[in-house]
């Protein structure tokens, strides 16, 4: 089992930035990708980032790409997203997820352990 701690949410301007944390701790030697998703209030809970532990490799929604980057510290068991250019339609719960399998899946339900979410709210 793996435990995600999500931090660094909270209320911003348009055009601000934030840079969210996923802390992982348990058994993170089987954890092969992490993601990022975020759910708005009435919706699905959507893809944001994937990047593998092992080569870093990326995946971005094209809502995010160019303005958010996902990163990850291997030796603190931590992955980031760097939040820019914040928009009003960013407002959501953000997770951190991680599968075991590895490759980078964008469905939800490609993933196996959840963080319990980080509100971010941005005004206009």
């Known amino acids: 089992q793996v435990q995600l701690v999500e931090s660094g949410g909270g209320l911003v301007q348009a055009g601000d930035s934030l840079r969210l944390s996923c802390a992982a701790s348990?058994?993170?030697?089987?954890?092969?990708?992490m993601g990022w998703f975020h759910q708005a209030p009435g919706k699905e809970r959507e893809f944001v980032a994937a990047?593998?532990?092992?080569?870093?490799?990326?995946a971005y929604a094209d809502s995010v790409t160019g303005r958010f980057t996902i990163s990850r510290d291997n030796a603190k068991n931590t992955v980031y997203l760097q939040m820019n250019g914040l928009k009003p339609e960013d407002t959501a719960v953000y997770y951190c997820?991680?599968?075991?399998?590895?490759?980078?899946?964008?469905?939800?339900?490609?993933?196996?352990?959840w963080g319990q979410g980080t509100q971010v709210t941005v005004s206009s």
């Open positions: 997820a991680t599968r075991w399998n590895y490759g980078m899946a964008v469905r939800p339900d490609a993933y196996d352990y």
């Open positions: 348990g058994r993170t030697f089987s954890s092969k990708v």
């Open positions: 990047i593998r532990w092992s080569d870093g490799q990326t």
